[in-house]
């Protein structure tokens, strides 16, 4: 149970957060540009299960790839990409929370 509400916490928290303290006059913008970093999720699809509540995500999905961490970590530099680069490292701490529990 506790898990589960860090982990979705984590996912809803932290971009409300970060849009609240670092975006102030376009939060919600903000929020939502960082909220959408939770589609990355579609490639639990690929998996099977599709579900599994005892496999972290890190590094085992390909969209969780240390690669595709790695690109995310680099959409925060250029000022174009940095809300969809917030909203993808924001989402791979939340699942680095969630493997913390396993």
Do not use: E
């Not at 939060?27 to 999720?41: E, P, Q, R, S």
């Not at 999905?61 to 809300?83: D, E, M, Q």
């Amino acid at each position: 149970m506790i898990q589960t509400i860090a982990h979705y916490g984590c996912h809803l928290l932290l971009p409300l957060i970060v849009a609240l303290l670092a975006y102030r006059k376009i939060w919600v913008k903000a929020f939502f540009i960082m909220l959408a970093g939770i589609l990355i999720d579609v490639d639990h699809l690929l998996a099977n299960p599709i579900f599994d509540p005892n496999r972290c995500s890190i590094n085992f999905h390909p969209l969780h790839s240390y690669i595709a961490i790695g690109i995310y970590v680099l959409l925060l530099f250029p000022k174009k990409t940095r809300l969809i680069g917030l909203g993808l490292v924001i989402h791979i701490i939340s699942d680095i929370v969630d493997c913390s529990f396993m």
